[in-house]
Structure formats: structure tokens, C-alpha cells
């Protein structure tokens, strides 16, 4: 995908109310030159066009700092994917191999969520690719996030 592609659509699906979002993994946080693919993204997509989808788990997996995002792109990322993840013990490690119940691991939620208005965030969408007891797991992840404050 290129802003280029995300814009046309955005302006294609206007008139008939639809709006085009796009949601990041890891990939776009690999170096382009002296910038990466999300970045790209940001500069070059109109935001009355193309909203983005910042995917928590994903920003942090990658290394990248999710509140630097959103101070840099203020109002930006009005939807987050809310995933955990414990803390990679080395850089060759498979994100189904660290990917927790939100709140049992290293994402500091709370510092995060203190800057939901800096994004511009509207909707949280908690998730676990490969929950090992979905009801249960959802149900861990529902009380963490229920319980915190920010």
C-alpha cells in the first residue's frame, strides 16, 4: 500500500460515507532511508481521508515509542489495537512467543492511555492473536483494563 493508493480510495469512499483506515504491524517500522513506512504513511496520507489504526502491540514489537506517535501526529490515530506483550529477550523472537493478556506484561498501559486525547483516540479494540482460553484471557485483559486509571 502507498499513500498515494490509500488517498484515491479515501476520496473514491467519501461520497458514500465510508471512511479508509489503515492498521500497522511491525513491517512499516523497518528503515526506508532515513524514515520507515509508517512514517511515510503520516506525511503523505490526508487525514480527512485515510485514518490510522496504530495496533499497540505491533509499535512496541517493532520498538518504536507509541506516545512519541502521538505527540508528533496529534489527532492521527483515532482507533488502538490494545494487545501485550512480554518484554523480548532478544530481537529474533516471534511475536507468538511474547504476545500476553493485556496487562500481564511490559506495555505501560497507563502511560499510553494518559495521552488518548494527544492521539485523537475513539475506539480501543483489546485483542489477543492466539489467546490460549479466549473466555478467560479476555476476561483478564476486560478487569486490568476496567481497574486502570490514567
Given at each position: 500500500?502507498?499513500?498515494?493508493?490509500?488517498?484515491?480510495?479515501?476520496?473514491?469512499?467519501?461520497?458514500a460515507?465510508?471512511?479508509?483506515g489503515?492498521?500497522n504491524?511491525?513491517?512499516e517500522?523497518?528503515?526506508?532511508?532515513?524514515?520507515?513506512?509508517?512514517?511515510i504513511?503520516?506525511?503523505?496520507?490526508?487525514?480527512?481521508l485515510?485514518q490510522?489504526?496504530?495496533?499497540?502491540?505491533?509499535?512496541?514489537?517493532a520498538?518504536?515509542?507509541?506516545?512519541?506517535?502521538?505527540?508528533k501526529?496529534?489527532?492521527?490515530?483515532?482507533?488502538?489495537?490494545?494487545?501485550?506483550?512480554?518484554?523480548?529477550?532478544?530481537?529474533?523472537?516471534?511475536?507468538?512467543?511474547?504476545?500476553?493478556?493485556?496487562?500481564?506484561?511490559?506495555?505501560?498501559?497507563?502511560?499510553?492511555f494518559?495521552?488518548?486525547?494527544?492521539?485523537?483516540?475513539?475506539?480501543?479494540?483489546?485483542?489477543h492473536?492466539?489467546?490460549p482460553?479466549?473466555?478467560?484471557?479476555?476476561?483478564t485483559?476486560?478487569?486490568?483494563?476496567?481497574?486502570?486509571?490514567?
Open positions: 500500500m502507498n499513500a498515494d493508493y490509500l488517498n484515491a480510495k479515501g476520496q473514491a469512499m467519501k461520497p460515507g465510508i471512511q479508509v489503515y492498521h504491524h511491525n513491517f517500522f523497518a528503515p526506508i532511508g532515513s524514515t520507515n513506512g509508517l512514517e504513511l503520516l506525511a503523505n496520507t490526508d487525514p480527512k485515510v490510522l489504526e496504530v495496533d499497540l502491540f505491533w509499535i512496541t514489537f520498538g518504536a515509542d507509541p506516545v512519541g506517535y502521538f505527540m501526529n496529534m489527532g492521527r490515530f483515532p482507533m488502538v489495537h490494545v494487545k501485550d506483550m512480554i518484554k523480548k529477550p532478544s530481537p529474533d523472537v516471534t511475536p507468538d512467543k511474547v504476545m500476553v493478556d493485556v496487562g500481564k506484561g511490559s506495555i505501560d498501559w497507563k502511560a499510553i494518559a495521552h488518548s486525547g494527544h492521539a485523537g483516540i475513539q475506539h480501543y479494540f483489546v485483542e492473536d492466539q489467546p482460553q479466549p473466555l478467560v484471557d479476555i476476561k485483559s476486560f478487569d486490568y483494563l476496567n481497574g486502570l486509571e490514567f
